[in-house]
């Protein structure tokens, strides 16, 4: 059983253009999170999605940052025009359906590092 | 307003047994959770305590006083590679993690 996949694992973009980030939850699990994560940082909650449903995004940069979950594919996050302090580590999470959103038992993937120069 | 405390470092011996604290500042209130995460990887689910009381797996047990907003992981018989960070975490209105606990271990 695959675990949460997340592509690219490293990103470099420069100033001004998009990046986004792939997510494949694990398999059976219907909710997605992101949270991002600055070096000696926690994390910090993102957004909180389910198929084709944003439950919610009070995490999420109110200017050039969105994410979908399709009905089918993986969750995107997207970041327009990237500034150097969107550098971070961004992470996915998937939890089984039935939870509430909840730190309990979210299965994290392995992270993409972004960095623009 | 809401906040998650944890020390920032604990040093601790191999073999030797050590407490990471938490304490939590929130309007609501559905559990703390546990996560650690090794230097560039992904953080891990370690426990979960939705009730006041003692959670054991393995070497490591979780504790949480809803009374007191306090909960703290344990982590007995230490060994290197338990070297990382740790994080609690909870839900109020949206999702909280503390800023981490880094451990170090010396031989």
Not at chain 1, 4 to 28: D, F, I, T, W, Y
Not at chain 1, 32 to 59: A, T
Not at chain 2, 85 to 94: G, L, N
């Amino acid at each position: 059983n695959a675990g949460v996949m997340q592509n690219p694992r490293h990103l470099v973009r420069r100033r001004g253009q998009e990046a986004r980030l792939r997510c494949s939850p694990m398999k059976g699990h219907s909710h997605v999170y992101w949270y991002r994560q600055l070096p000696e940082e926690g994390l910090k909650f993102m957004v909180y999605l389910q198929k084709e449903n944003i439950i919610d995004e009070s995490g999420m940069p109110k200017e050039r940052f969105s994410a979908e979950f399709p009905k089918e594919g993986p969750s995107i996050l997207r970041i327009q025009q990237v500034v150097r302090g969107d550098s971070a580590a961004y992470f996915c999470a998937s939890s089984p359906p039935g939870k509430v959103a909840s730190p309990y038992e979210q299965y994290f993937g392995p992270g993409t590092r972004l960095t623009v120069t | 307003g809401q906040s998650l405390e944890q020390p920032s470092e604990v040093t601790a011996v191999e073999g030797a047994i050590v407490q990471i604290n938490c304490t939590y500042q929130t309007s609501g209130f559905y559990g703390l959770s546990w996560y650690q995460q090794h230097d560039g990887g992904a953080p891990t689910f370690l426990s979960y305590n939705g009730l006041d009381g003692l959670e054991e797996t393995g070497r490591f047990s979780s504790f949480l006083s809803r009374s007191d907003s306090y909960g703290y992981l344990l982590l007995q018989e230490l060994q290197m590679k338990d070297s990382a960070s740790y994080f609690c975490a909870v839900r109020d209105d949206k999702i909280i993690f503390g800023k981490g606990t880094r451990l170090h271990i010396l031989p």
